[in-house]
């Protein structure tokens, strides 16, 4: 039973351009994340949204930037990919930051 | 720094068999384990999970024991089967309060026919 959709399930683009994924959950929780899941599987997550408070990875570059319009939505907007963006993006949602409710992913190739 | 570790990339057993996926953890503020499995295509979702103050979690065929002590936990899987190929997520949660869960590396299991 999916309750986090992300869409596209996939996007290949070209080195310079920018792109941007969706994620809506309809679980009525409070905050809502992104997570970057590289070829070796590693997770590793990028931000976090709560109450319109973003906590961002100091590690993740500054091209990347969420969007949300309200607590269901959080979109990733990506200005100017590089090669080593392409990946799995994975939006989650959460109402106790313990118990994450993933989407299936979107994958990234960038030419 | 890898906070947890999960000691195998990948694993295979035969249908039928135990599997042990072993993970350990650096900080022992940690108090939340949950392991989370995930099939190729989708996100990865919650298998089962263990707080500090137990040792031992079961649920169905799926048992975690968790030894506080040595910072280490295990998920055992038994009679496995061919369904049960994905890849294993072990993470940890520090007390409430902290704004994510740090995830482990991933075990992929493979159970033969």
């Known amino acids: 039973e999916t309750a986090v959709f992300q869409t596209p399930n996939y996007h290949v683009t070209q080195v310079g351009n920018e792109v941007s994924f969706n994620c809506k959950q309809t679980l009525g929780h409070d905050t809502m994340y992104w997570y970057k899941q590289d070829s070796k599987k590693l997770l590793k997550i990028m931000f976090s949204?709560?109450?319109?408070?973003?906590?961002v990875n100091e590690t993740v570059p500054r091209r990347f930037s969420p969007q949300s319009s309200d607590k269901a939505h959080l979109n990733l907007r990506i200005k100017s990919v590089e090669p080593e963006d392409s990946a799995v993006y994975l939006c989650?949602?959460?109402?106790?930051?313990?118990?994450?409710?993933f989407g299936s992913g979107t994958r990234l190739t960038v030419l | 720094q890898q906070q947890v570790r999960q000691s195998s990339q990948s694993l295979t057993v035969w249908e039928g068999e135990t599997a042990i996926l072993n993970c350990s953890y650096e900080n022992s503020a940690f108090d939340y384990f949950p392991w989370y499995q995930q099939f190729p295509g989708e996100g990865p979702a919650l298998l089962i999970a263990?707080?500090?103050?137990?040792d031992k979690k079961e649920d169905g065929r799926f048992t975690i024991f968790f030894n506080k002590r040595e910072k280490n936990l295990s998920l055992h899987i038994k009679d496995s089967q061919p369904g049960d190929s994905a890849t294993y997520f072990c993470a940890a949660s520090p007390p409430s309060g902290s704004w994510q869960l740090i995830f482990g590396s991933g075990t992929q299991l493979t159970v033969m026919p």
């Open positions: 263990i707080r500090s103050v137990s």
């Open positions: 949204y709560n109450n319109k408070q973003l906590i």
């Open positions: 989650a949602s959460s109402d106790n930051a313990e118990t994450l409710y």
